[in-house]
């Protein structure tokens, strides 16, 4: 029998979802935003490698059937290895030619956009348009009264986690001083005798190795296909502008705001204009402050 | 009479007299057909083309040419076909110059299907104006009724939104008279053509049937968290739930309403709730789900068909892929009948004829399949047709739906 429930404990409810897919939003950007904001390459492939950590946990579950969180261990090191080639090949003859930051952006963009087209067919040709999906920690958790999605819960956690050790490495280690250093300018970094380019490549590597983690985290609750990737990069970009360039603990931030304000305007209006209200805090943001909400002016 | 007349005379007896001998080379038979389509490939109507419509060409293509190919008694031969296919990427406008591109720079004898109503409905005109016969296999719009006179080359494969909703809230409304239910119910639906129409489709015929929708909710196509929708018919707590969903929302609204533990009697998901996939992630949750579709596995030749799909896709077939399986087949069929590429010709052909297919028997009027099958229900791990009552091979609906395990 159906119990009627408090406005209270609804509007609860709704804020906690809002909360869980604010964090998937942070964590499909904290990676792009390593990548943007700390390499200065902005990755139009990035959905590629979020693509692929959800097909590891896939076939790791489906196929081999074991626990898709050890897919992880496969998908991480792999996306790290290739996103560090990437930037060694592709990226570092653009950075060496090109005069300023802007013509680099334009040549970045229009190389990883053909990385994208390049990856995305590869990945239609081995894995099939087929749309996937695998049931794994869908089980309810029950929170005073509201209930949750335990994946979307281990999503969340993922995010928090990450950002977690991010901000660790960032404000804590000798690399992160470096890493950060780079961020504010990276010609007085290498002035300063940091090896900018070998620190870009780890940053970017690991941005991509981020990439593969948050697929694997989302995958557990959203189905996908091999042409969902391009989906998870204009997120993941949203956020990322919305936060400022860099500011990567401010991402997960961001992205639970955008969660939370999209969830309780769905349900306080109508659910059909969720995607309306995105855009529409998006543009307020980029009016008020253009540079992103975490930005110091 | 001078002798050139009479020369001129002779040539033209000598010519008459050999004609029927040699009709070959009046005109000479084809060396391959060539098949073509724009369909989307990337994106986010992808991944249910490529299971629906893209699987089913390529299978066919197969399946034909290991046969020898399409046979064309005009000329005695058996042709074999060559495919050619572009990536419309989810654009209308992508898709219509793709299609004239078919039209004018490959020449393409016969024109197949895109996917999705609403780029069905944008490639129609092209193919229409070239006299291109179309049987358009994914293509769900009550615009369909007056569409025969406009395009009369097009015909609609698949059921359309009436008589995909009406043998629901018939069903419904029996349910109720039995005493049953109360004959309550909560909709939902994305904000696209496809969801739109089934949308009001089924709230027509619901009120006809004396039915009460008591909670009707909209949500953008690709909404990446549907709790709160699930939520808002839960409340009501309707004996019916019915979605109007394509395949990402059908998975969600599915995953959803288990976590928060919302059991309806009855739960219908439209498209992509024939999946294999949906079986596969929800495993024996599924059995009492009825969907958008159907069929009737021991027709003739399906038990081939299904072999050869396992084959080449390492999957079992859907019910939805049958209808453009099955468009193929028609065309097929009729140009088998025609013995000839004569568009116009093959074009009455399947306005008239009667084609055994691996969806059953098929025939069209008014440039509509007559007889497609409306609704499917899971049962026993099964996906079986269940609406229209009437047809061959359709099974008693399973009620309630058990509750999620």
């Not at chain 1, 694997?216 to 949203?238: D, E, N, Q, R």
């Given at each position: ?281 998006f543009m307020l943001i980029l009016l008020l402050r253009p540079t992103g909400l975490f930005t110091r002016a | 009479m001078d002798r050139r007349t009479l020369l001129k005379g002779g040539v033209a007896a000598a010519g008459l007299a050999a004609l029927p001998s040699v009709p070959a080379q009046a005109q000479s038979a084809p060396d391959k057909l060539r098949f073509g389509y724009a369909i989307t490939m990337s994106g986010p109507l992808g991944p249910g083309a490529e299971s629906t419509v893209v699987s089913q060409y390529k299978l066919w293509h197969k399946r034909v040419n290991d046969a020898g190919g399409i046979t064309l008694k005009k000329f005695n031969k058996k042709v074999p076909v060559d495919m050619v296919s572009y990536d419309d990427q989810g654009k209308p406008d992508e898709l219509i110059k793709l299609t004239e591109r078919l039209i004018q720079q490959d020449k393409v004898d016969i024109l197949l299907s895109p996917y999705a109503t609403h780029m069905n409905l944008a490639s129609a005109p092209i193919a229409n104006k070239y006299q291109y016969p179309v049987i358009y296999s994914t293509a769900t719009t009550t615009k369909s009724y ?260």
């Amino acid at each position: 029998m159906l119990v009627a429930r408090g406005t209270g404990v609804v509007l609860f409810e709704v804020f906690l979802n809002g909360l869980l897919l604010g964090g998937m939003y942070g964590l499909i950007a904290l990676g792009l935003n390593i990548q943007y904001g700390v390499a200065r390459i902005l990755n139009l492939a990035y959905g590629e490698f979020f693509v692929a950590g959800a097909f590891t946990a896939f076939f790791t579950i489906m196929l081999w059937q074991y626990n898709p969180l050890l897919s992880l261990f496969i998908s991480m090191p792999i996306a790290f290895a290739a996103n560090w080639l990437i930037y060694q090949v592709l990226m570092i003859p653009l950075i060496k030619r090109a005069p300023d930051q802007d013509a680099l952006d334009a040549d970045v963009v229009l190389v990883t956009f053909g990385l994208f087209f390049v990856l995305q067919g590869l990945a239609l040709v081995y894995w099939s348009g087929d749309l996937r999906g695998y049931t794994f920690m869908s089980s309810p958790v029950h929170i005073l009264g509201a209930t949750i999605a335990m994946n979307r819960l281990l999503a969340f956690l993922g995010a928090c986690l990450i950002a977690a050790i991010i901000f660790y490495v960032l404000r804590f280690t000798r690399i992160g001083a470096a890493l950060r250093a780079i961020t504010i300018d990276p010609v007085a970094a290498s002035l300063m005798g940091i090896d900018v380019r070998r620190y870009s490549a780890l940053a970017f590597a690991t941005g991509g190795a981020l990439a593969a983690a948050s697929g694997m985290l989302v995958s557990t609750f959203i189905s996908f296909s091999a042409t969902t990737g391009v989906v998870y990069t204009l997120k993941a970009l949203i956020v990322v502008i919305m936060a400022g360039v860099g500011r990567v603990t401010g991402t997960l931030a961001a992205g639970l705001l955008l969660g939370v304000v999209e969830s309780l305007g769905g349900y306080l209006i109508d659910p059909a204009l969720t995607i309306a209200i995105n855009f529409a805090l998006f543009m307020l943001i980029l009016l008020l402050r253009p540079t992103g909400l975490f930005t110091r002016a | 009479m001078d002798r050139r007349t009479l020369l001129k005379g002779g040539v033209a007896a000598a010519g008459l007299a050999a004609l029927p001998s040699v009709p070959a080379q009046a005109q000479s038979a084809p060396d391959k057909l060539r098949f073509g389509y724009a369909i989307t490939m990337s994106g986010p109507l992808g991944p249910g083309a490529e299971s629906t419509v893209v699987s089913q060409y390529k299978l066919w293509h197969k399946r034909v040419n290991d046969a020898g190919g399409i046979t064309l008694k005009k000329f005695n031969k058996k042709v074999p076909v060559d495919m050619v296919s572009y990536d419309d990427q989810g654009k209308p406008d992508e898709l219509i110059k793709l299609t004239e591109r078919l039209i004018q720079q490959d020449k393409v004898d016969i024109l197949l299907s895109p996917y999705a109503t609403h780029m069905n409905l944008a490639s129609a005109p092209i193919a229409n104006k070239y006299q291109y016969p179309v049987i358009y296999s994914t293509a769900t719009t009550t615009k369909s009724y007056d569409l025969a006179k406009k395009f009369p080359f097009a015909f609609w494969q698949i059921v359309q939104p009436v008589e995909a909703t009406q043998p629901l809230t018939e069903y419904l409304a029996d349910l109720k008279k039995e005493g049953k239910i109360k004959g309550t119910v909560g909709i939902v639906h994305p904000t696209v053509e496809y969801g739109v129409e089934m949308h009001e489709a089924f709230v027509n015929n619901a009120k006809k049937a004396g039915l009460n929708v008591v909670v009707s909710k909209s949500y953008p196509f690709g909404a990446a968290d549907l709790q709160p929708v699930v939520r808002e018919v839960m409340a009501a707590n309707p004996d019916a739930f019915v979605c109007m969903s394509y395949p990402p929302d059908t998975f969600m609204l599915t995953e959803q309403s288990k976590i928060v533990g919302f059991n309806p009697q009855f739960m219908y998901v439209a498209i992509g709730g024939v999946f294999p996939s949906y079986r596969g992630k929800f495993g024996n949750d599924v059995n009492g789900i009825l969907a958008y579709g159907g069929q009737d596995t021991s027709v003739k030749g399906y038990a081939e068909y299904d072999k050869a799909h396992r084959a080449m896709h390492n999957r079992p077939s859907e019910a939805g892929a049958l209808s453009a399986y099955s468009a193929v087949e028609v065309v097929q069929q009729a140009i088998e009948r025609v013995g000839e590429v004569d568009r116009t010709k093959i074009r009455d052909e399947i306005g008239k004829g009667k084609f055994q297919t691996i969806w059953g028997e098929l025939h069209y009027t008014d440039q509509r399949c007559a007889n497609p099958w409306a609704v499917g229900q899971w049962q026993g791990g099964e996906m079986v047709g269940v609406f229209p009552k009437d047809k061959s091979g359709a099974k008693p609906v399973q009620f309630p739906k058990p509750k999620w395990s």
